[in-house]
């Protein structure tokens, strides 16, 4: 079973991404922010990360980033969530090493069908 980080600081947001994700058969961790966010990765290695921008402590743009930039993470596909749906927005996600992005509000099967075909290399 693949396992998914979901990194977002909407507890409502949280938990639908969260529950929409167990229904398609992943496994999945839920943060609130960017730095728990490097903590957990850290600690367990996920197959995917969701990744909300606009979070206090750290936002989005700066975990990906540091995410792959460091040789042990690099390599896990990176799915941006944001509300910041402009192209500038999805430009720049793209640019700091998202694998994807995705415009809040988004239609459930557009999330499960970008990670299920991420995961699936």
Same mark, same amino acid.
């Given at each position: 079973?693949? /396992?998914?980080? $979901? $990194?977002?600081?909407?507890?409502?947001?949280?938990?639908?991404?969260? @529950?929409?994700? +167990?229904?398609?058969?992943?496994?999945?961790?839920?943060?609130?922010?960017?730095?728990? =966010?490097? *903590?957990?990765? %850290?600690? *367990?290695?996920?197959?995917?990360?969701? !990744?909300?921008? $606009?979070?206090?402590?750290? @936002? #989005?743009?700066?975990?990906? /980033? /540091? !995410? +792959? =930039?460091?040789?042990?993470?690099? +390599?896990?596909?990176?799915?941006?969530?944001?509300?910041?749906?402009?192209? &500038?927005? /999805?430009?720049?996600?793209?640019?700091? #090493?998202?694998?994807?992005?995705?415009? +809040?509000? &988004? %239609?459930?099967?557009?999330? $499960?069908?970008?990670?299920? %075909? !991420?995961?699936?290399?």
């Amino acid at each position: 079973m693949s /396992r998914v980080l $979901v $990194v977002e600081d909407s507890q409502s947001q949280r938990e639908m991404i969260s @529950n929409l994700l +167990k229904q398609s058969g992943l496994e999945v961790t839920v943060v609130a922010d960017g730095l728990e =966010a490097l *903590e957990a990765v %850290q600690g *367990e290695r996920p197959d995917l990360i969701v !990744l909300d921008i $606009v979070m206090p402590r750290m @936002n #989005g743009y700066e975990v990906c /980033r /540091r !995410l +792959k =930039a460091d040789p042990l993470t690099q +390599k896990t596909p990176i799915v941006m969530c944001s509300s910041k749906g402009e192209e &500038f927005d /999805r430009y720049w996600g793209i640019r700091q #090493g998202a694998d994807a992005y995705i415009a +809040k509000p &988004f %239609q459930p099967q557009e999330l $499960v069908g970008t990670i299920k %075909q !991420l995961l699936r290399g």
